[in-house]
């Protein structure tokens, strides 16, 4: 069984950069979410990616979009860089409406914005 | 009021202890409860899971859920230098899709 995966492992853009993060989501799940994780701080909910399409979304703005693929691998896209969005960006993967709906997450990628 | 707090710590303790690490709640919709332990620099890794009030078990670990409280805990028996960590609890409500809901992480040291 494969875990849940990220790319890249970190990353340093400047401010008004735009950038992708990418996640291959474990072996049999179909749902994926994404967490941003500020330094001393625990993950903050962003989306979730269900079936291609936005399932929830947390307190996040328009800029921070994503993208599920139908092999259920994932992509999040944030425009316009900010100082504040310096942070681990976290994938967790899960099967939706499963016996358990447990996420497991990725090992991260740390963005740093200068 | 944040919807879960938790003690950030740090905490100390020596190589064999008993550790408890607890997390209050506000929200009373919350069902499924998870600890997740997370190395420095890495994504957390899923502990416990438990669903509605009661005890698990697994191993050196305990997780506790009172509802009637809003309390959740963590106990690991004979720490060890391994166990040193930040321990991230989290909680959800009873509905497929939905987020989960971290509290701060409190971090563990065991020395030896």
């Known amino acids: 069984e494969t875990g849940v995966t990220q790319s890249p492992t970190h990353l340093i853009k400047t401010r008004g950069q735009q950038v992708t993060l990418r996640c291959s989501s474990q072996?049999?799940?179909?749902?994926v979410s994404w967490y941003q994780q500020a330094l001393g701080q625990g993950p903050q909910f962003i989306f979730q990616?269900?079936?291609?399409?936005?399932?929830g979304r947390g307190n996040f703005p328009p800029r921070f979009s994503g993208l599920q693929f139908p092999n259920y691998s994932s992509e999040l896209n944030v425009n316009a860089l900010e100082l504040d969005d310096s942070a681990l960006y976290l994938c967790?993967?899960?099967?939706?409406?499963?016996?358990?709906?447990?996420?497991?997450f990725g090992p991260g990628t740390r963005l740093t914005v200068l | 009021q944040k919807e879960v707090e938790q003690d950030p710590g740090p905490l100390s303790v020596p190589e064999g202890a008993i550790v408890s690490l607890n997390c209050t709640y506000s929200?009373?919709?919350?069902?499924?409860f998870m600890w997740y332990r997370q190395y420095s620099r890495k994504g957390p890794e899923l502990l416990m899971y438990?669903?509605?009030?009661g005890n698990k078990e697994d191993g050196r670990f305990t997780a506790q859920v009172d509802k009637s409280s809003k309390y959740i805990s963590l106990f690991i028996r004979d720490s060890q230098p391994s166990d040193s960590a930040t321990y991230l609890c989290?909680?959800?409500?009873?509905?497929?899709?939905?987020?989960?809901?971290f509290g701060k992480g409190t971090t563990l040291s065991v020395s030896s």
């Open positions: 967790a993967s899960s099967t939706f409406g499963g016996s358990t709906d447990t996420q497991y």
């Open positions: 072996s049999g799940h179909n749902t």
């Open positions: 990616y269900y079936r291609e399409e936005e399932n």
């Open positions: 929200n009373s919709a919350f069902q499924y």
């Open positions: 438990t669903y509605s009030s």
């Open positions: 989290a909680m959800r409500v009873n509905q497929a899709g939905t987020a989960l809901i």
